[in-house]
């Protein structure tokens, strides 16, 4: 984990505890790049949370831009996924501010930081 993936999920607005606790928890896993690679079934373990309510609250998170997922191969055959943050310092400030904004518009309970 980053200081720069700790900064920026604290500080976002996602509009929901449980999309935050999903952002939070994926930030713990990530690397300097803000890359991770946890499975569903840990994440809803260590958040306490089913496996049905974590695959919604990444749907959520991606289609705000929080974060960006993508297929993998994981080990014994079995496909996962790979998160990447999007972090500023990442994918650029003008693509996330882009994206925070979209998010904005979609639900009027988040506010801008």
Same mark, same amino acid.
């Given at each position: 984990?980053?200081?720069?993936?700790?900064?920026?999920?604290?500080? !976002?607005?996602?509009?929901?505890?449980?999309? @935050?606790?999903?952002?939070? #928890? !994926?930030?713990?896993?990530?690397?300097?790049?803000?890359?991770?690679?946890?499975?569903?079934?840990?994440?809803?373990?260590?958040? +306490?949370?089913?496996?049905?309510?974590?695959?919604?609250?990444? %749907?959520?998170? +991606?289609?705000?831009?929080?974060?960006?997922?993508?297929?993998? !191969?994981?080990?014994?055959?079995?496909?996962?996924?790979? =998160?990447?943050? #999007? #972090?500023?310092?990442?994918?650029? +400030?003008?693509?996330? @501010?882009?994206? =925070?904004? %979209?998010?904005?518009?979609?639900?009027?309970?988040?506010?801008?930081?």
């Amino acid at each position: 984990m980053s200081w720069q993936a700790t900064n920026w999920a604290t500080q !976002l607005r996602v509009g929901s505890p449980i999309d @935050k606790l999903c952002l939070l #928890m !994926l930030r713990n896993r990530a690397d300097q790049d803000g890359v991770c690679w946890p499975s569903q079934a840990r994440l809803a373990d260590e958040g +306490e949370m089913s496996a049905d309510t974590v695959q919604r609250s990444l %749907k959520r998170l +991606e289609a705000d831009g929080f974060i960006r997922r993508s297929r993998s !191969l994981k080990t014994r055959g079995r496909k996962g996924y790979v =998160y990447q943050l #999007m #972090m500023p310092h990442v994918v650029g +400030e003008k693509a996330h @501010k882009a994206a =925070y904004l %979209k998010s904005l518009s979609k639900n009027k309970l988040r506010r801008p930081l």
